[in-house]
């Protein structure tokens, strides 16, 4: 393998991060320790810029690449965004309906305010719970069904696959074009 480019960013599938790299998980740095890497990167990813910087942190994010195209939003070098969770609100959620109908049985033995003991949603072939009709009794009111957000948050992730990124401390100092 040719040598990177300092500050140079990899995928690593194991445990550690290899000589002269680090895991880019937000560390501060002292400046003196490594002045070239804080040329290259400042203080985008932290740090004072007076005896430190910070390196990227890639934990709990998945990357993006910088600038804009049509229809997206413009994004920085840096920026972080985006959220693990989210509350949903009855105004995002898509408009729909749903149809509640309910069948009246005409047994009133088989009639049941309360679910008693032993009762159930199936029962043995030759007995019928039900009515065999197609007559609507009744219909639920449309507030039995509408979509209630619960104001809990929810997970709002994409799918990953968790690796370490690391970079690289050292190496080639990337000339600008």
């Known amino acids: 393998m040719s040598d990177p480019f300092m500050g140079e960013i990899q995928l690593y599938a194991f445990q550690f991060a290899p000589a002269s790299w680090a895991f880019c998980a937000g560390q501060i740095m002292p400046i003196q320790q490594n002045s070239a890497l804080f040329s290259l990167l400042g203080t985008t990813y932290g740090g004072d810029g007076r005896v430190s910087y910070g390196l990227p942190n890639f934990q709990s994010s998945a990357a993006c690449a910088q600038g804009s195209g049509p229809n997206l939003t413009p994004r920085e070098i840096g920026e972080t965004f985006g959220s693990e969770s989210v509350t949903l609100l009855t105004n995002e959620m898509p408009a ?57 948050p929810h997970p709002n992730q994409q799918p990953y696959l968790a690796m370490n990124f690391c970079i690289a401390l050292s190496g080639v100092f990337p000339t600008r074009p």
């Not at 009762?119 to 007995?127: C, E, K, Q």
């Not at 019928?128 to 507030?143: D, K, L």
């Open 96 to 152: 729909h309906s749903h149809a509640a109908n309910f069948y009246g049985q005409r047994d009133n033995t088989k009639r049941q305010g309360i679910p008693a003991s032993g009762s159930a949603l199936v029962s043995p072939n030759n007995t019928m719970i039900f009515a065999q009709t197609t007559t609507v009794s009744g219909n639920f009111p449309v507030t039995e069904l509408t979509p209630t957000p619960g104001g809990q």
